[in-house]
């Protein structure tokens, strides 16, 4: 039996990292484990630091690209294991675009470098991730942009409800997102929903980590109309949402992943682009009309701007999300097809 170790931010019950360690898991097992391989998640209390101990390390989905992980995933290179690069991305508070991104330090520029002409697959979350290692030097031969590992969810689409009705996804970075003040985008997307409310719209508010729950509370709270609002107070799994949010006019997204949920439930998407990593996905599938950023001036009304292009736009952005999914499924699946681990 070989040892996969997949590294990732888990064990924290935070939906959109745990939704990307069981799609690998699964994906593990559909093509693997009649060739004797194992997945072995980095959870807290696995001797995952001692990547020696695996036969081969895989950096998962997320936001892995920084020192840590991938002082780990160099550690294992040089100890003679095949490593992986799998949809993993890179994420800062600096803004970045329009020519200008940030890079490396000259040390992880080098161990970068290493892990891109050694390993057995190097795939990253989108363009702007991309961007980050070409302007740090890194060789790019063989990095290709292979799309968030999220977008390996799969779910049947269900009928629209008898009402109309947008969901929200809201919770806390503690502050750490363009414009840093939490309580004004609120205060904001209170005011939206407000307006939603007045169309006609019912809202659908819910979380994807345990501290984001007493923020979704007190957003509700702040809305009012509870006769059209409705608290989800339990975390559902990802299979739990893309049934609950399937048929909704279109989703608000604080969180990134709540993004590519409902990219996989085929529901429309506004992404509150608190950072760069938001950026980075709407860039990688061609939706970045529907990105606001979180420092956008009255962005209530970008908000309102927005919905009413999905609304002009509905069938061509579900077209377009079905496209990108399929281009990165290919792509995502790969090194499963190719077993690049033996």
């Not at 039996?1 to 559909?30: A, C, P, T």
């Not at 160099?74 to 890179?90: C, D, E, I, N, R």
Request: charged letters at 25%.
């Amino acid at each position: 039996m070989k040892s996969i170790l997949y590294l990732g931010w888990i064990g924290f019950n935070n939906l959109g990292d745990e939704l990307l360690w069981r799609v690998f898991e699964h994906k593990m097992k559909q093509y693997g484990e009649d060739k004797g391989l194992q997945a072995i998640p980095s959870l807290p209390g696995t001797p995952y630091k001692e990547v020696g101990n695996y036969d081969a390390v895989v950096m998962g989905g997320g936001s892995l690209l920084i020192p840590g992980y991938i002082d780990l995933l160099y550690k294992a290179l040089q100890a003679g294991k095949p490593v992986m690069v799998w949809g993993s991305g890179f994420d800062t508070m600096e803004k970045a675009g329009a020519g200008s991104f940030p890079t490396y330090s000259a040390a992880m520029a080098e161990q970068l470098t290493s892990i891109a002409q050694e390993a057995v697959y190097f795939g990253v979350r989108g363009p702007w991730t991309h961007k980050v290692l070409e302007t740090s030097g890194i060789p790019m031969d063989h990095i290709r942009i292979s799309g968030d590992p999220g977008l390996l969810l799969r779910h049947e689409r269900s009928n629209r409800p008898a009402e109309k009705t947008i969901g929200i996804n809201w919770g806390t970075t503690y502050n750490k997102l363009y414009g840093g003040n939490e309580r004004h985008l609120e205060d904001e997307l209170v005011q939206s929903a407000k307006k939603w409310i007045r169309d006609g719209y019912r809202i659908y508010i819910y979380s994807m980590w345990g501290p984001d729950r007493e923020h979704s509370s007190r957003l509700a709270a702040k809305i009012g109309h509870s006769d059209r609002v409705t608290l989800e107070n339990r975390l559902l799994n990802e299979q739990e949402v893309m049934e609950t949010i399937s048929g909704f006019e279109f989703t608000v997204n604080f969180k990134l992943h709540a993004n590519i949920i409902s990219h996989a439930a085929g529901v429309p998407f506004i992404c509150l682009g608190y950072r760069f990593k938001c950026f980075d996905y709407a860039q990688s599938v061609g939706l970045t009309n529907y990105i606001v950023s979180t420092d956008a001036p009255d962005l209530h009304l970008e908000l309102e701007k927005v919905s009413l292009r999905i609304g002009a736009n509905r069938k061509a952005i579900i077209d377009k999300m079905a496209h990108y999914q399929r281009i990165y499924r290919e792509k995502l699946e790969q090194p499963f097809r190719d077993s690049v681990w033996s």
